[in-house]
């Protein structure tokens, strides 16, 4: 079935520092990705989307890129801040579920230290 | 956009009692979700609850533990049941916009 897989944290840089979060997916067909974010005691939100390849998301200064080939949607910030520390969960739907039903990643925590 | 409401937003509970969560949405929906996210863990979705059907569960998940109603396109609720520790989750209603889901904030279950 589908899944997602994002690298482990936690993750942990200094302000300012560039910022990787690698997700990769399996899926048949062409899923819609989505980038989550559930900062300290708040619900989850939507950070950004990419609904077909070669798109890119972004959002806040964060970046991703539906890439088919290599079936990956890496999040990216150039440059971190305090405030970005919470838990990123990369998500997908399946093509057709119209925002429906996420399969989520495990999550990666990223506390940014000042 | 959606904004959902969720009640309790946590709780503490004995084990063998029952607990419902409730999820309130400001606008009309068809379908909402109720998922599980269990410590240092991902979410899974545990069912999806239709107005006027029967909710449909996840592989995993069933009726008799996790009992769902769904009365009106606006309110939904989840009843952990029969609760162990292992029940010991944040819990999320979740609804479907146009492309994204919205979430509530979730609810906070530990299980003593």
């Known amino acids: 079935g589908d899944s997602v897989t994002q690298m482990e944290g936690p993750v942990t840089l200094s302000e300012e520092a560039f910022l990787t979060i690698n997700c990769t997916y399996t899926?048949?067909?062409?899923?819609?990705l989505f980038w989550y974010v559930q900062y300290p005691g708040e619900g989850l939100q939507l950070l950004l989307k990419a609904t077909k390849a070669d798109d890119k998301g972004s959002n806040k200064g964060f970046e991703a890129t539906y890439r088919k080939e290599t079936t990956s949607f890496h999040l990216e910030k150039g440059s971190v801040q305090v405030s970005d520390s919470a838990v990123y969960f990369c998500?997908?739907?399946?093509?057709?579920?119209?925002?429906?039903?996420?399969?989520f990643g495990q999550g990666t925590e990223l506390s940014v230290k000042p | 956009s959606a904004v959902i409401s969720q009640k309790p937003s946590r709780d503490i509970c004995q084990r063998g009692t029952s607990l419902t969560i409730q999820c309130q949405v400001d606008?009309?929906?068809?379908?909402m979700f109720w998922y599980r996210q269990q410590p240092g863990q991902s979410l899974t979705l545990i069912a999806t609850?239709?107005?006027?059907?029967?909710?449909?569960?996840e592989s995993g998940f069933v009726i008799d533990k996790f009992p769902i109603s769904r009365p009106n396109l606006t309110f939904s609720t989840l009843t952990v049941s029969n609760m162990s520790p292992e029940d010991s989750s944040i819990y999320l209603c979740s609804v479907a916009g146009r492309v994204e889901a919205f979430f509530g904030q979730g609810t906070r279950l530990t299980v003593v």
């Open positions: 899926a048949t067909g062409y899923p819609s």
């Open positions: 609850a239709n107005q006027g059907s029967e909710a449909t569960y």
């Open positions: 998500a997908l739907t399946p093509r057709g579920n119209q925002g429906g039903k996420l399969i």
């Open positions: 606008s009309q929906v068809t379908m």
